[in-house]
């Protein structure tokens, strides 16, 4: 494996110093990023920086801390120790400020079962301060315009995760985090929602999979996680099949 | 391009109307709560017949009655609060969104308080049918303030042992023995305003002073509510 | 960068929850001072009895019976303070992230709930002795006593029904500060509420005792405070020392072992 954890090159004052959203300050910043649950800790010690529009993949085990990891960027959670900075803003002070402009993609879809997807995605909207016309934009990118108005526990799971996708993006998010983004989805889904959380989307994207190859395949920067602690980081060329299988043990 | 981050404020609707709207439109889209809370209402009123060997009660009888009634039955909305926020999602859709946590407490306050009164409009004839001897014609209009005070009460302790509760293990019994207790001096105040309103010839208006203390309860928690509610959602 | 306050929050603690770093590693500071403390206490409550049985002069209507008073209202009155304390100390957890305050605010609560239940006992025992009955509506400080009782005794219930240590700290202070700011308004509209049938036994109103009784009211009601503060002090002890174990023992076993650990009410950090 490569070395562990190299930190930024950016302090993390500076990058909230300038405060805008230029490319020069990195969208994720993380030195030391520590979080507890109870007395063990789900992430330890962990350094990253992602530069604006690139995209990052974490990989490791189930257990690794790949979801806390993002329910952290996503503001859901609090660091316990360490710096973490989005977009420039450190959290988790100015969490409020960036909660706007970060979109979730997690395991469940965050709908309300009862609730059809027009409704979902008109209530997110509404919360997001988003025009109505970008929920009617969003049904037709996912192609789900004609079921819109049944109830989400009619759906079938891989209608319900288009609906998720377009409830992340519904905000137009300058930071994506996609928590296996491709489950339940089959080719032809796939391809539709690239252009919505793909690589061409140009939002800056943190995901996870438990595929590493396709992940692999996709990212610019990758950080491998192993029971909380980073154990690379860094371009995914620098993981070959062995470290992998490692990882994955 | 990304919204502002006051997005709530840009000439929107604000977040807790929103949301409130979200919870009684799944309320009329899946009937759970009210009915429920109806019927039991009913039933109870039907136990008390029974249980008390009386053909009608009146005066403070007829007060403490009604009020333990609704409190019993309000019991039923609190544990259902919160539930769907939990095991859906909703919590967390709500705190990606760049609003005041506050409009939570505010919008499931408002929604347990107008679930309380969609009670009443059934329940307060049920009982007057049932069970109250003297005739509520009369005394409507104080009635109706009384009850709007102790629910009140009612939306704001219940929202906040609700969201308490839905975070523990024993779900559905820390909601009724923790927010019971709390709700004991609205109870008391609810019922003595009542108490002399459902007596035949009584007077029509209610004793200024329970209504003064419903009045103060109805404030003290709400700011103790306001105070604490992020506290519950924050991780 | 100017610190601009969150318009969306009021949760505004950022300092992170206490880790076993962030304590002194050997003081005890809840044991200092506590055998002195002890001792004083000691002393007090014998002076306070001594003056009870011996110099407060014997009540015209009930005799003997009434001194019960003298350890009924004290154990009340601290009491209340105890549960109000809780709430404050409640409040310092959610303003600082400390642990320690939540270990204080628990403390408190528990001290306070063992003493009301202690009042509820002497009180329910001068209603027997001087009214025949076990129970009496008629007395607001006893009935408030059995609501506030009711809703402490659920503190530990819901403490224990969440796992996740800090987030039933949490929890338990906002229970701590909403159960704090009830008591008083507990007590103001039971006693409004309770129609006074007989005369005010418990009547607190300092005016309508003599001299000597007021002065041996007082200093039973310090003994009782002190009794209340040793024991505080000698819970919070034990928690830390408690504490310090866990501390101790997840350094020598290596921080990566993930012990079963089974659920508890108590504070830990």
Known sequence: MASAGTSASTPIAAAADSGRGDSAIPAVLLRGLTRYFGERAALRDVHASVP???????????????????????TLLRPHRGEVALLGEPLPRRAWAVRGRVGLLAHEPLLYRDLSGRENLSYHAALHGVERGRVEELLGAVRMERRADEPIRLLSRGMVQRLAVARAVLHRPALLLLDEPRANLDPAAEELLEPLIGRACGATRVLTSHDPRSALAEAD?????RDGRAVYFGEPGGIDEQALRELYA | MSTAVAGASRGRAPAWLVVLRKDLRLELRTLETVPAMILFSLAIFVIFHFGLGRQSVAGQEAAGILVVTLLFASMLAVNRLFVAEREQGGFEGFLLAPVDRSALLLAKASALFLFMAALEVIAVPGFALLLLGPPLGRVLGPLVAVLALADGAVAVIGTLVSAIAVQTRARDLIGPIVGLPLQIPALIAAARALGPLLVRHGSTSPPGEWLLVLALYDLLFALVAYAVFDFLLED | MPVIANPYSRARRRVPPATA???SPIINPYSRGLR???????????VAYALVFFYAPLDANQGFVQKIFYIHVPLAIVSLCGYVLGGICAIGYLRSGDRRWDMRSYCA??????????GLLAGSIWAKASWGHWWVWQEPTLVSYLIVILLFATYQPLRFSIEDPERQARYASVFAITAGAFVPLNFIVVRLATAYVHPRVLNLEGGAMPGPMKLTFYIALVAIALLFATLMKYEMSAKFMRMQTKRLRRQLEGEDVDAPRRRTAVPSS
């Open chain 1, 52 to 74: 604006a529009g690139a995209t990052l993949a974490v990989l490791g085990r189930n257990g690794a801390g790949k979801s806390t990891l993002l329910r952290i960027l996503a």
């Open chain 1, 221 to 225: 920067l990758v950080l491998a996680l």
């Open chain 3, 21 to 23: 770093e962030s304590l």
């Open chain 3, 36 to 46: 002195q403390l002890a001792l004083i206490t000691a002393v007090a409550l014998l």
């Open chain 3, 109 to 118: 609560i528990h001290m306070a709930l063992v003493f009301s239940i202690a």
